[in-house]
């Protein structure tokens, strides 16, 4: 019904960069929040970033000032931004989307997840 791929993860050494992108596909009228979050091994999942439709971002402590989030409501996608990375960054990361369907139904989409690894 609602797909969403991601795209950009892979390997980095600190204080490199990195972009992540997540693209939503299939029967979708609107999208409101849109987000990325974070699993390490052994860790629960957290939130990285979120963004409104309107453009309105929210940080982790832990990434304020070295991510950035964005979107493209004309492409259902959205991004991240990861600058100044650090070991502590290394994580699955997984994109989430508030769809609202062309049933009108409002759905929380996952991604698949895409592995960052920061060495040091």
């Known amino acids: 019904q609602v797909q969403l791929v991601e795209s950009g993860g892979g390997l980095v050494q600190a204080g490199g960069s990195l972009r992540l992108s997540c693209a939503a596909s299939?029967?979708?009228?609107?999208?409101?929040?849109m987000g990325w979050y974070r699993q390490a091994p052994g860790n629960q999942r957290e939130l990285v970033a979120s963004i409104s439709r309107g453009g309105n971002a929210k940080y982790a402590d832990s990434v304020k000032g070295r991510f950035s989030i964005s979107r493209d409501n004309a492409k259902n996608t959205v991004y991240l931004q990861m600058n100044s990375l650090k070991p502590e960054d290394t994580a699955v990361y997984y994109c989430?989307?508030?769809?609202?369907?062309?049933?009108?139904?409002?759905?929380?989409?996952w991604g698949q997840g895409t592995l960052v690894t920061v060495s040091s």
């Open positions: 989430n989307a508030d769809v609202v369907t062309t049933a009108r139904a409002l759905l929380g989409v």
């Open positions: 299939g029967s979708i009228f609107s999208i409101n929040g």
